[in-house]
């Protein structure tokens, strides 16, 4: 099932696809997709709905969820990225956090007031659908809901220039672009072979699939859980494939006016304008 928010006149309104391809109104089932929406009950009563009879719907897409209230990050999982960045190959999964609300794929992404080097990173994201603590890495797939396409946008002045940590980099509004849909993880065969691209202007900047990451999305799962416990509508970022403005020679980074799109394998594709700050 692809699952997704869609904005009409009359505020944002849940929808789904059907089987032909065709986007449905889901308002009479669910007034909403929340964090509640993605868990297991829910997702099945969705299931069984017949969508070919609701009522069509189009517009632009919002994030797909209405609440998200945590976006856990992995840095440096692909063996591909690390070597362009020059970096070792991690000993366990390095995480952060992204402060920042989500938007919707067809958003704008703006650059931040004293920017200097704003830069792109698509990832697939995993949103967890019941609450894991302490899981093996066996159990892990039943805590996930489904995937998208993200994109980790990052300000990397911010991040490497301006003192410890991450987040400082991570968090400008804007820089947590998802969708257009969440699949649910039944469509997805397998989460460690999806190709994945990101453009920008038309120009392929990163080629990249799931299968070069380091640590896999079930390792994921198990091992923030060992720390941290994780909740139905948590979303957590994957890392990025090599490609990054940053491991360009030279370094090139986003401009106001440029057009990024992002696509993965299944999950559909993100197609977002660069703006300006405007205070
Ligand atoms: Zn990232």
Redesign the pocket.
Known sequence: MKLCRIKTPGGIKPAAVDQSGVLRNLSEHVADITSATVMPDSLQKLADINLAALPEISGDHAAFLSDVRRIF???L?YYDHADEMGMPIPDHPILFMKACEVTGPTDPIVIPKWAEKTDW?V?LGIVLGSRALHVAETDAMDHVAGYFVAN?V?ERHFQMERGGQWVKG?SADSFAPIGPYLVTKDEIADPQNLSMSLDVNGKRMQTGSTKTMIFSVAHIVAHVSQFITLHPGDLI?T??PPGVGGGQKPPCFLKAGDIVTAEIEGLGDMRQEVVAYQD
């Open positions: 990050c992995i840095g999982n990173e990832e980790d990052s991570k970022l890392g990025t």
